[in-house]
C-alpha cells in the first residue's frame, strides 16, 4: 500500500478524510505520527494555504501529502472569517469562542447566507509542478442557536440548505456525502484512483 501522510492535527477532520479514502489500496498517517508539527498559513487564500502545507509536511517526511485548508466564508462578513475560521475568536480560540463570535458579529443581521469552502491538495513529492487540486462548497446560512451534537468547528450554528438541519445534526454518514470536504475529496477520490487504483 502507498504510504501518504496528511498534513493536519485535526483529529475530526483526520477521521473525515480517512472515511472517505478508505476504500483506496492507500496507508493514510497522520503528519503527528511522524514528528511533523503545524506548519504557518501565511497566505490569504484556501489554495494557497493547502499547498504549503502539503508542501510542509512532504519536504519533512519525504512522501506523497495531502493537505485541506478549509473554512466559513460569510457573506455578511465579506467573506469571512474565511481563512481565519480555526482563529477566529482570537488567542483563545476553540470552537465555542469561535462560534459565539460569530453569532454576535451577526446579531441583528437578516443576511446569514453562508458557505463552507475546502480546497484539497495532493502532491507526489516536495517539488511536484503538478499538484492535484480539489474544491468543494457547502451552502446553507447561519442559525441563531446552536443545534445538534454531531461534528465539529461550526457546525452547531451552519444550517445546510438541502436538509434544513444544522451540519451537528446530519450523521457523519451523511455530512461526508454533501459536505465542502466531503466534495473535494470525491473528486480527490476519483484522480488519485487513476494513480494508485
Request: net charge positive; proline share 5%; aromatic share 8%.
Amino acid at each position: 500500500m502507498k504510504k501518504i501522510v496528511i498534513a493536519t492535527s485535526n483529529k475530526k477532520k483526520l477521521e473525515e478524510i480517512k472515511a472517505l479514502l478508505s476504500a483506496l489500496p492507500i496507508e493514510i498517517i497522520p503528519q503527528s505520527d511522524l514528528g511533523v508539527k503545524s506548519c504557518e498559513e501565511p497566505f490569504n487564500t484556501f489554495i494557497e494555504n493547502a499547498l504549503v502545507k502539503a508542501r510542509f509536511a512532504s519536504e519533512q517526511t519525504g512522501l506523497p501529502a495531502i493537505a485541506d485548508d478549509s473554512g466559513l466564508c460569510v457573506d455578511a462578513l465579506n467573506g469571512g472569517p474565511g481563512v481565519f475560521s480555526a482563529r477566529f475568536s482570537g488567542e483563545k480560540r476553540n470552537d465555542e469562542n469561535n462560534n459565539n463570535k460569530l453569532l454576535n458579529d451577526l446579531n441583528n443581521n437578516e443576511n446569514r447566507r453562508a458557505h463552507y469552502y475546502c480546497a484539497i491538495v495532493f502532491i507526489k513529492n516536495f517539488s511536484d509542478p503538478q499538484p492535484i487540486i480539489t474544491e468543494g462548497i457547502w451552502q446553507g446560512e447561519i442559525l441563531h442557536v446552536r443545534k445538534g451534537h454531531n461534528g465539529f468547528g461550526y457546525d452547531p450554528i451552519f444550517m445546510d440548505y438541502k436538509t434544513d438541519l444544522s451540519a451537528a445534526e446530519l450523521s457523519p454518514g451523511l455530512k461526508n456525502r454533501i459536505s465542502h470536504r466531503g466534495q473535494a475529496l470525491q473528486k480527490l477520490k476519483q484522480k488519485l484512483k487513476i494513480l494508485y487504483g
